[in-house]
C-alpha cells in the first residue's frame, strides 16, 4: 500500500517531464539564445542586436506587415463560418449535407491544399483559361506582389473555416431554445435575431474561435507559404514563422530566428489578451 | 411564415455555390491525375476519358512517395499510440486521484499549449541534435508527443472527470491497485474520448510538414507531406503525375474523414466547449 501513495505522481510523471523538458524549457532557452550572437560570436551576448537587426530588415518588416493584414482579414475568416453555422443551426434544407461538405478541406494538410491550389491558381492553369474566354486577364495570382499574399490567406480561410464551423455548431448546442422562440414570436428579422439573440449568447464561443483562428494563422500557414509562394514574390508573403525557419534552416542564424520567434510570441500573447479584453468590453455594452 | 421560408431558400443557392466551392478543387485533381500529359495540356476541363492508373503509379515507384509513405505511417502510428497512452494515464491521475501538487501540475501540462512550435524551432533542433535524435524516427515521434500532448492530457482530463468516483471506489474495494483501474476501468470506459483524440493527433502528425522539414533532412527519412513539396520541382512540367503524387498524399486522410467524421468532430467540439 506505501507504494500506492506514489501511483499519481507515475502515471502523471512520463507527461509532464515531455512537456517541460520539449517545451517549456525550449521556451526559456530560446529567449536567452535571442540575446546571443550567431557565426564567430556564437554564445557571446550581444544584448539587442539581433533584434535591432530583425526590425532593420526589410522582410522581417513585410513578415510583420502581413500579421497586421491578417488582423484585419480575421473578422471575414470569423463572420464566415459563424454565419454558416447560423444557417446550419436553423435547419436550412440540405443542413447536414453543407456541414459535412463544409468541414471536408479542414482534414488536408495545407501542402495538399497549397499543391492543388498551385494547379488552379498557375499563370497558364484552369482559372486563368476560364477568365480568358470572358477576355479578362490573365492574372498572375501567385507572381503579382500585391495580389499574392491575399491569395495564401483566402486559401488559408478556404481550407480552415470547416474547423471553425464545427466549433461554432457545438456553441450554438449550448443556446436556449426558448430565447430563439422568443424572438421569432416577436417577429424578429434574422439579422436582428443574429444581433440580439445568437451573437451575445455565443460570447464565449465567438471568442474562442477568434483566438484560435488568429493563432491558426500565425502558426499553420507554413505549409502554403513554403508550397505555393516561397515567401515569394519579392517577399511579399513573408509571414513571422517563415522568416524563422528561412533563418534557422537556410541562412544558419538560429540566435536570429529566436529573435523572431520571441517577438512571434510576444504578438500572439498581445492578441489574445487584446480580443478578450475587447469582447468583455463588448459584453459590458449589452 | 413564407417570407421566410423564401428567405431560407435565398440563402440555400450561396451555402450550394460554396459547396460546390469547397469540393472541386478535389475533383479537379482526380481528374487531372487520370488524364495523359497530352490531354491536359490540350484542354485543362474535359473529363478523362480512361480511369488511368499509371500516373498514380508513376508517383509511388519513380519519385519515392512509397517510401515516403512508408515513414509517416511509422511515425504517426507510433506517435499516436504513446500520445494515447500518457495522455489517458496523467488524464486519470488528474482527474479522480487526489495528490498533492495535482493542479500545477495540471497547469503545467495545460501550459504547453500555448508553446507554438514555431516559438522553440531553434532550441529545440538543438536539443534533438545534442542528444543525437536529430534525423532519427524517435526524435521526430518524441517531437510530435511533445507538440499534441498538452492538447490530449487536457481531453481526457475533462472525459475523466465526467466519470462517477463511485466506480473508482467500488474497483478500489474489489482490490484492485490504482494501476489495476487504470487498466481494467479507465482505458475501456475511455474508448469514445481516445477514438476521438487519436484520429485528431492522427491527422495533425500525418498532416504536418514544418517539424519533419526541420527533424528529418534526410531523404530517406523524409515522410510524407515533404515528399509532397519535393514534387513540384520535380514535376513542374508533367502535372498529371504530380496531381497523382498529391492525390497518394490525400487518399489516407480522405479515408478517415468519409469513415470517422463524427469522431473527427466530436473531437474537435470537444475541445472548444471544455474550456
Redesign the interface.
Known sequence: MRAERFAPYLLVAPAILIIVVLRLYPLLLGVNFSFTGDAEQNGLAVGFDNYRELFADPLFRTALGNVGLLVLLLPVAVAIPGLLATFIYLRVPGHRFYRSVYFFPAVLSPVIVGAIFNLLLAFDGPLNAVLGSVNVGPVDWLGDPDIAMFMVVGVHIWATFGMALVVFLAGFATLDSALLDAARVDGASLPQVVWHVIIPSLARTIQFVLVTTMIGMLTSMFGLLFVMTSGGPEGSTYLPEYYIWIQQGQMNRPALASAASTILFVIMLVVGMLQIKLLERAGRDK | MSRLRL???A??IP??L??L???Y??L??VN?AMKTRRDYILD??SLTDALRWENISTAWNSVGMGRYFANSLLVVTSSVVLLLL??S??G???SQ?R?RG?SV?FL??L??L??????????????MADTALIDTYPGLV??Y???F??FT?FLMTSYYRGIPSDIIDAARLDGN???GV?RRIMLPLGTPALLSVGILNA?FC?????MS??MMPSVEHRTL?VG??S??GQYSDD?PT??SG?LI??VP??A??LFL?RQ??DG???G??K?
Not at chain 2, 206 to 210: E, G, S
Open positions: 428567405g431560407r431558400w440563402v440555400a451555402m450550394s460554396l459547396a466551392a469547397t469540393i478543387p478535389l479537379f485533381t487531372v485543362r476541363f500518457l495522455g494515464m496523467a486519470f491521475a488528474l486521484l495528490f495535482s501540475l503545467g501540462c501550459a504547453g500555448f508553446v507554438p512550435f514555431q516559438v522553440i524551432m531553434v532550441p529545440l533542433a538543438r536539443i518524441l517531437v508527443v511533445a507538440q500532448l498538452p492530457v491497485s490504482v494501476y487504470y491527422l500525418w498532416n504536418d510538414v514544418l522539414l526541420v507531406m509532397v513539396t514534387l513540384r502535372i504530380f496531381a498529391v498524399a490525400a486522410v480522405l478517415v474523414y467524421q473527427i468532430a474537435v467540439a470537444a472548444s466547449t474550456g
